[in-house]
C-alpha cells in the first residue's frame, strides 16, 4: 500500500509559545506529526529528514524521563502521560528491513542423506550402508553417504503468525519514517494476551541476543496496545523540552562534580536543629583550561524572535550573579578565570543576528547595582544552534567549550559597561 512519501509534510517546528511546546510525535488521527524544538533547521532531502527524526526520537529517550513524559490536557483534566514504546516499534522496524522484508521464522530439524556435512553418527550408522575395508587382519568401515541435519523454515508458526501483526502495526504508526509503503495484512494470529504469553516463553529459551531482543520489542508493544484505549491515538515525546536542553547543555558542557559550587543556605531556627537547605544549582559548570564558567542553559524564545521580553529576567541574571560571588571566593579566583553565560537556542540558518556560526553572542546582562568590574558580573547571552547541539552531544566536548570558551570572553575585551543613565 502506498503512502505520502513526503515526509516534510508531517514536520512543524514549535514556536515554544502556549499550546505549541510538544517536543516529539504525536498522532491524534490516521496522520501522525513530529514537532522539532524551537531554532530547529529542517534538512533538504526526505532522507536527512528521516534521519533527523529518528535521531530526534533517540534524544528524546535518552534525556527524557517519565516525569517529563506528560502532555499538558484540557485544564480541567489531569496530565497524560506518554507511555508509547517507541523504541520497541523501530526495532520490530529494523529488524524487518534488515531481513530485506522477510518475516522471523523458526526452523524444525530435518536430517537427509548427503556427502558432505555434519554427521549424526547414531543415526548414520542406523540408516547408511557402509564399505568395508580390510587391511590385513582389521577390517575398517568406510561411509560415503552420511546422515546429516538440516534445518526447514517453518512459517507457520505462531512466533512468526505474531512478527508479521507487530511488523504490520508498526509500519501502520512509525513505517512511513522509513517508506512510502506498507508490508501485506498480517493474517490470522493469536489473540494479544495470547501472543504476550508465548513470547514470555520465547524469551525464557531463547539464547540468541538478536531474537530476544525482538521478541522483547514484541511484548512491549503488544503490552502497550492491550492497555491503551485508543487505535489511533499515541504520543511519544515532552511539552518541557527545557529538561532535555538543560540536560544537553550539562552533557556536553558540564563538570561532573558540579555540587562543590552551589552555594547553600539554612536556617538557624530556635527550636530543634538547624536546618540546611538545597542550595541554589546552576546548569552547569564547564571547566577548561584553568577558568570557570558558570552556564544556566535557558530555553527561551529570544534567539527566534529576536524579542528582548523573551530574555532571562532579573532573578535570573541575580542568581548568576550569587553562583558568581560564591565561586570566586571559595576559589580566590582572578577575575580573568571566572566567567557567566546564559545558552538559549537559535537556529545558525535563520536568525535575527545574522549569525552564522552554532555559537553567537547577542550581548550580556548586567544590574545597575553592581559595578560591573567583575567578569563574572557581566552575563553574557549565548545563542547556540539546536540541531547542531542535538547531533554533537556525544565524543570529545575539547572542540565545543573551546569555541564557546571564545564565544563567552570575546565580548568581555571590549571596553567596560558605562554606568546606567539617571533617572529623571
Not at 232 to 250: H, P
Request: hydrophobic share 35%; with cysteine.
Amino acid at each position: 500500500m502506498e503512502r505520502d512519501s513526503d515526509i516534510r509534510t508531517r514536520c512543524h517546528v514549535n514556536s515554544n509559545e502556549d499550546g505549541d511546546r510538544f517536543v516529539g510525535v504525536k498522532a491524534d488521527s490516521d496522520e501522525a506529526i513530529v514537532y522539532f524544538p524551537i531554532g530547529y533547521q529542517l534538512p533538504e532531502t526526505d532522507a536527512e529528514i528521516r534521519t533527523d527524526i529518528k535521531h530526534l526520537f533517540h534524544v528524546l529517550s535518552e534525556f527524557t524521563e517519565k516525569q517529563d513524559r506528560l502532555l499538558a490536557m484540557n485544564k480541567f483534566e489531569a496530565p497524560q502521560t506518554v507511555d508509547f514504546p517507541i523504541n520497541a516499534y523501530l526495532e520490530v522496524i529494523n529488524y524487518y528491513l534488515s531481513k530485506s522484508g522477510q518475516y522471523y521464522v523458526e526452523t524444525d530439524p530435518s536430517y537427509i542423506t548427503s556427502a558432505r556435512g555434519n554427521a549424526n553418527w547414531p543415526k548414520t550408522f542406523r540408516n547408511q550402508t557402509p564399505l568395508i575395508q580390510q587391511n590385513g587382519n582389521v577390517s575398517s568401515l568406510i561411509f560415503t553417504q552420511f546422515t546429516v541435519r538440516s534445518v526447514t523454515p517453518n512459517d507457520t508458526k505462531l512466533i512468526t503468525q505474531i512478527n508479521r501483526f507487530c511488523v504490520y502495526e508498526s509500519f501502520e504508526k512509525l513505517g512511513w519514517l522509513y517508506v512510502p509503503t506498507m508490508p501485506e495484512q498480517p493474517g490470522p494470529h493469536p489473540d494479544i494476551k495470547t501472543c504476550i504469553i508465548i513470547l514470555n516463553d520465547k524469551l525464557a529459551h531463547t539464547n540468541d541476543d538478536k531474537d530476544k531482543k525482538l521478541f522483547k520489542a514484541m511484548k512491549d508493544m503488544l503490552e502497550y496496545m492491550d492497555e491503551k484505549t485508543s487505535e489511533k491515538q499515541f504520543y511519544f515525546g515532552t511539552d518541557n523540552f527545557e529538561g532535555v536542553w538543560e540536560r544537553l547543555i550539562d552533557r556536553i558542557f558540564g563538570d561532573k562534580d558540579k555540587d562543590k559550587y552551589f552555594p547553600r543556605t539554612r536556617w538557624l531556627l530556635d527550636y530543634g536543629k538547624y536546618k540546611e537547605k538545597r542550595p541554589l544549582m546552576p546548569d552547569s559548570i564547564m571547566i577548561y583550561n584553568g577558568k570557570y564558567y558558570v552556564l544556566d542553559a535557558k530555553y527561551y524564545r529570544y534567539g527566534w524572535t529576536g524579542n528582548p521580553v523573551d530574555l532571562p529576567n532579573a532573578s535570573s541574571i541575580n542568581k548568576q550573579v550569587t553562583y558568581g560571588e560564591y565561586i570566586q571566593r571559595t576559589k580566590s579566583l582572578a577575575n580573568g578565570s571566572l566567567f557567566n553565560a546564559f545558552l538559549m537556542p537559535y537556529n545558525m540558518a535563520d536568525n535575527y543576528f545574522g549569525l552564522t556560526k552554532p555559537f553567537g553572542n547577542i550581548g550580556e546582562a548586567v544590574g545597575d547595582w553592581r559595578s560591573n568590574k567583575q567578569n563574572f558580573e557581566r552575563i553574557q547571552g549565548i545563542v547556540v544552534d539546536t540541531r547542531y547541539i542535538m547531533y554533537h552531544y556525544t565524543g570529545s566536548p575539547q572542540k565545543f567549550k573551546i569555541a564557546l570558551a571564545d564565544c563567552i570572553e570575546a565580548v568581555l575585551l571590549r571596553q567596560a559597561v558605562p554606568p546606567p543613565k539617571a533617572q529623571t
